[in-house]
């Protein structure tokens, strides 16, 4: 082959100082790309890309294939001078136009590379200028003259190629890839740009059927037509068949394709009678001629298809198709509008967005949801600060509200601030201690560390020797976390658990919820745990105490107290009636048994035995003897 197109190692690569057709003597194959070519003239070399051959070889007459030394030829020679723009030769124009028509209108990209010596910006600038803008539309102006100097114009392009050789590529963008965050939780397909389901997704309905005719409005008249178009050529034969219709048919002719009769078809002579022959008269067709596809007669007879002429568009109409074409583009803009947004805030990268979303706290991405209809009114790097003063703005109204809530507790320094954050900490933890280890239910556990005075007695009765024994075996049992002679040490409370995502929740209170997150228990376990004592609550009539609630839940003690003193505080365990009137009625038994007894005897019922056992006695009159 002449010519190659010349390709780039790797699809990245984009060839800057290279043509895209590389030319190359068929003789001797080297490279005439960049220098004077000799191409062959004669009808036998011709067809195909033809025979290019170099000067050394044609100056020594080589002959190979059909190419001989006495074949025409031309001189084709490097075409680097301006033509239509000062900076751009001849030969990169040929290489424009035919770029366009290989690679696509519009398509820049492979046009420049195709080109080899310019961007895709300088490609569609020059375009533009010299096509689309000229005043000979579509021809460009072809009586420009330049007086530039061959050299200069070598040399000029030699510094732009070497400028852009030098220009550093753009780093490669990773694009968007079909994982599960974003293909199949978006419905995105990365290849296309586009999503399963668009924005106004039914746009195309309203153009989706719009066929347009000859439009002769708007300059629509003085368009060159192309004479093989089959619009065309329709058009024509239909008018030429109004100005010279065709003759009448002949009597007792039935136009129309029938079968051969008499060698004529579709011609029925008539009857003896002088009736025409009717179709019903014929003989039928053959069945295994209508299944195989062909008739009777004129098989070989192809039939063309009636092309309808395009009709012509009048103002009426024409607008109304316009309006419709306005309507459509405008939410084809809109469209295009949410995809930009989404492409530059980069709201397909899900993982980075949740990542994003974390770091910020619930009332943050709260303010950031609210503020996400501002995006389309912004760029990205105004709504990124937009977004970022809003939130510092919230900042500062929350912490005036916390300095006016110090001040109307009478705080106005930082250290006083300081101090009665401190000691609120442990005023609140020294009180979760206590909860949690009550020393007054225990008596016995005391919390100094000397002797015990009545010890000290046992000593001194017993003897020193099992005395000492005895206090250094029965040591005092110390509070946990206590020191010998500071009181006890402040422990820190460990972090509430998330409950957010635990199942469950809905089965709890907001007050069940703080302590479960509190204590660290899930849901579930503490269901069971509630079930459990409330149950066993139940089947003892109400005699359940703490030490024998400890023993029913085979956890920490300190969260089953914790459990317990909340249900006894809900009302699920009724502990404090329970003890109220065990001891009222222990008082008033102790009432009776010590108004029994004066000077140390028993006082006697003075009722009957029987009396006693079968009820009260009535009352004695109060008459006087």
Known sequence: MTITQRKPLRPDDIIINEPGDQYSCDSCGCDLTHSVRIKCADPLCEPGDGVDICPPC???GREFRHHKRGHAYRVIEINSYPIFSEDWGADEELLLLKGIATQGFGNWKKIAEHIGTRSK??????????????????IPKLDLQFSVDPAEFQARKRRRIQALNDTPPPPLKHGPVSLPGIHEIQGFFPGRLEFEHEIDNEAEDLVKDLEFGVCLEWDGDQIIEDEEDLDVRARAKWEEERRNPPPPAEKGRIPGKGPMINGINGYH??????????RESLPPKSDDALANGTSSGGGDEEVEEVTQPPPIETKESLAFKLSLLEMYSQRVDKRLEGKEVMFDRGLLDYKKMQASDKKRSREDRDIVHRLRPFAKLQTAADY??????VLYEALLRQRIQELQQYRRLGLATAADIDKYKSDLQKRTLTKANHRDYPTDKHPYRRQSSGP?????????????????????????????????GQGPIVRKLPVPLNLA????LHLLSAAEQVLCAQLRILPKPYLVVKETLVREYARRGGKLRRREARELVKIDVNKTSRVWDFLVQQGFLNIASDVSSNHASSSQDASTASGSQVNGSPIKDPRPLSSQQNGPAPVPSTSSS
């Open 121 to 138: 910006e300088e490609v569609e600038k020059h375009y533009n200028e010299v096509y689309i803008d000229s005043q000979t539309w579509p």
């Open 269 to 278: 002579p008539p009857s003896e009678n002088g009736s025409v022959a009717t």
């Open 452 to 484: 015990d005075p009545r010890r000290a007695s046992l000593v001194s009765f017993g003897g020193d020797s099992e005395g000492r024994k005895s206090n250094e075996r029965e040591a005092t049992p110390r509070l946990p976390g206590s020191s010998t």
């Open 384 to 389: 990124e600060v937009f977004a970022a003063d």
């Open 501 to 504: 995502n635990s199942p469950s």
């Open 58 to 60: 044609f100056c020594a």
